[in-house]
């Protein structure tokens, strides 16, 4: 099987440590330099639970590099719908492991309000502050984009047969995921496509066969797969795998 998305550059580590430290460096290495020609660094953080050890390995490196934090603008690429205090919330999570740890001030800071009452205007709102903060017109664009994803494919909270996945206007959506049976808010295709980078980090065996789609030949296989959809149209797009996840593709670890 052979590698298919040509505009990414896939990276392949031994150990789903290896590739959080590598995840860790090209992270660091996007924010120095959007601040160098920007002056400022607008990042969006994923959830779930890969992407605890990266926050927790920032942190640790806060005061050993000279990573701009101060210049750095906050948001999430999705959230699910508790509050942000609440341990399934990707703001906590993030909150904890990097977000207390790292000198970013607190109003740069931008959680996503997926537990608000109306969320059609709570998701609409979290789109004006992007269209505030971030320049780029007529979508604004990221310097950096953190996703992961799920064994059926899915990324930031873009699920497989689902409307948000579609969504070609909206940049920020509240949808119900059937497979869930919960709400999560999330950024669409369009917001995420518009990025400067977006980087994927995978980990884990139970990965192997949606990483193999994405990688594939196959469109039709494709075409199901949300995180296939990724693919900024006028940016880079880095997917740092472990051994486990690329195991169903011929991709090896740059050592082997
Ligand atoms: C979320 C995430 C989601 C996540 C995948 C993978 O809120 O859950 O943003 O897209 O990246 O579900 O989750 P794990 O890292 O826990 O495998």
Redesign the pocket.
């Known amino acids: 099987m052979t590698a298919k998305r040509a505009t990414a550059e896939v990276i392949v580590m031994s150990s789903a440590e290896q590739a959080t430290d590598e995840a860790a460096a090209l992270f660091k290495q996007a924010i120095s330099h959007a601040v160098a020609d920007r002056r400022v660094c607008n990042v969006a953080l994923?959830?779930?639970?890969?992407?605890h050890d990266l926050y927790q390995k920032l942190a640790d490196d806060v005061y050993d590099c000279d990573v701009p934090w101060a210049s750095v603008n906050v948001f999430f690429?999705?959230?699910?719908d508790v509050p942000h205090d609440h341990v399934d919330s990707?703001y906590h999570m993030a909150q904890r492991a990097l977000l207390d740890h790292a000198p970013i001030p607190p109003e740069q800071i931008n959680p996503m309000p997926a537990d608000a009452e109306d969320l059609a205007a709570a998701a609409a709102e979290y789109e004006q502050i992007i269209r505030r903060i971030v320049p780029g017109e007529p979508i604004p664009q990221f310097d950096l984009i953190l996703?992961?994803?799920?064994g059926d494919g899915?990324?930031?909270?873009l699920f497989p047969r689902t409307d948000a996945l579609s969504e070609s206007r909206k940049l920020v959506v509240s949808h119900h995921v059937p497979v869930l049976g919960r709400n999560r808010m999330t950024f669409t295709c369009p917001l995420i496509n518009a990025a400067r980078h977006v980087m994927f980090l995978i980990t884990?065996e139970d990965k192997a066969d949606a990483v193999a789609a994405v990688l594939g030949d196959d469109k039709r296989a494709r075409k199901e797969i949300p995180a296939a959809q990724v693919n900024p149209s006028d940016g880079k797009l880095t997917i740092v795998l472990d051994v486990a996840a690329a195991r169903k593709t011929d991709l090896k670890p740059a050592t082997e």
């Not at 994923?46 to 992407?51: E, I, K, Q, R």
């Not at 996703?147 to 799920?150: H, S, V, Y």
């Not at 899915?154 to 909270?157: F, I, K, L, P, Q």
């Open positions: 994923a959830g779930g639970t890969t992407p690429g999705d959230e699910r990707n996703l992961g994803m799920g899915h990324t930031a909270s884990g």
